[in-house]
């Protein structure tokens, strides 16, 4: 798993941004998916309605958070990506913490669209920073690493948030984990300093200069595999963050399990299957996607359809344990997209507009992801309530596993166009 980072850099301080990126991305998803968990005692204490839930869990985190991505990720390309992620560490553990004190739901609403501001400058800055620190035929495999921090985080949020829900009250989760990334952030910025500022872009890239949004917006609209890579990787997650949402409350409801057991199986199935699947999809990458730029769409492509009859026997099991042991494997496989994808979008651009294709790329990726996905299921679910009753929630998010579906056509379409799109290995039209 050892990344040599760039030739005749400093590998253990490249290390240690790597880490302290890691830590922080980890924060950053326990933050945004603790919510999943303390939905069923929100819902109780606040009275909330699963659309409300829905809500509150997907588009008040979505709307600033895909926002306001792109006019930070401007900033980012010109000044320095350390500070700016630093600040954005802070905000969204502040507001996390706010969250502990609402007493209604447009409270915690506002409250989460205080989390997606600052999550707002957190992750597209990394990406082009990680892109700096490694060559390119290491990308999907630096950038998987990072994404550690999804499965990780979201993990640890759902099992911390049901043991500090159970044993002491919803609040306290808040308060606790806003609490730790406020005292992370000094040291996210003593560790944390931008490369470009001590040393040139890796393997013979040459930085180019400060462009405007326009450029960066004509280059992208120029690239068909762009706009197919985010919109098939906007597909998946919709039902990925719809799951990390729904599925602790699915299996309280339609089990019977308590909050505290649906937090520890859940947080099991996404710290091992999710760790498996992100270092999987990031090795092949770097391994076929030299060869062939294609690869980069393929592997996804092929993990999403692989999902689907997974999911299916997973969602529809009787019993606790084979539902766990089932889920296990779609969770590796929807989550092979993020090494190969990010590193692609990476590749799409140079180095002086990646910050913002990454931006642009998240804004359409969690836009349609959380801000459609989660509340979708949530719909859906109050819909069939009328006719499955508690089983509601089961029948929402099958009918959710035809999302990967659509995601594996249009990455399929994608891989045939990387090979031209990419970066410095064809001509550009004027």
């Not at 911390?160 to 044993?167: C, N, P």
């Not at 013979?204 to 992208?220: F, S």
Request: net charge positive.
């Amino acid at each position: 798993m050892m990344l040599s980072g760039l030739e005749g850099g400093r590998p253990g301080r490249t290390g240690a941004v790597m880490a302290m990126l890691l830590i922080a991305y980890t924060l950053n998803f326990i933050d945004r998916q603790i919510i999943g968990i303390l939905a069923v005692p929100i819902k109780a204490d606040l009275g909330l309605s699963d659309r409300q839930l829905g809500l509150m869990g997907g588009l008040a985190f979505a709307l600033f958070y895909s926002g306001l991505g792109i006019p930070i990720a401007r900033l980012a390309d010109r000044h320095d990506r350390g500070l700016i992620m630093t600040v954005s560490l802070a905000l969204w553990s502040l507001m996390t913490a706010l969250c502990g004190l609402t007493q209604n739901f447009w409270q915690i609403f506002a409250a989460r669209l205080g989390v997606g501001v600052g999550e707002a400058g957190g992750v597209a800055p990394a990406y082009s920073l990680i892109a700096d620190l490694y060559p390119a035929e290491q990308r999907a495999r630096a950038l998987a690493i990072y994404s550690f921090g999804i499965p990780i985080g979201s993990a640890s949020g759902i099992v911390f948030g049901g043991i500090i829900a159970t044993l002491i009250d919803w609040r306290y989760a808040f308060f606790i984990v806003g609490l730790l990334g406020l005292l992370l952030a000094p040291l996210f910025r003593k560790v944390v300093r931008d490369p470009r500022r001590e040393r040139p872009a890796p393997s013979g890239e040459e930085r180019e200069p400060y462009v405007g949004l326009g450029a960066v917006l004509r280059l992208l609209a120029r690239k068909p595999s762009f706009w197919l890579l985010s919109v098939g990787a906007s597909c998946s997650s919709m039902m990925g963050y719809g799951l990390f949402f729904w599925l602790p409350s699915f299996l309280v409801r339609s089990f019977g399990i308590s909050l505290l057991s649906a937090s520890l199986h859940y947080g099991a199935i996404l710290l091992a299957g999710g760790i498996a699947g992100i270092w999987l999809g990031g090795r092949m990458a770097d391994a076929l996607g030299q060869g062939n730029r294609g690869a980069y769409a393929l592997i996804p492509a092929v993990a999403f359809l692989a999902t689907i009859p997974f999911y299916a026997a997973g969602i529809s099991a009787q019993s606790i344990l084979p539902a766990i042991a089932l889920l296990l494997v779609p969770t590796a496989l929807g989550l092979v997209w993020l090494g190969p994808v990010l590193a692609a979008i990476q590749g799409l651009a140079p180095a002086s507009m990646r910050s913002t294709a990454s931006a642009a790329f998240l804004f359409i990726n969690n836009l349609i992801g959380i801000g459609v996905g989660t509340p979708a299921i949530g719909w859906l679910s109050d819909y069939l309530k009328a006719s499955h009753g508690e089983e509601a929630l089961r029948h929402a998010i099958l009918w959710g596993t035809s999302f990967y579906v659509i995601a594996a056509l249009l990455l399929l379409i994608a891989s045939r166009f990387l090979p031209r799109d990419w970066h410095g290995e064809s001509a550009l039209p004027g």
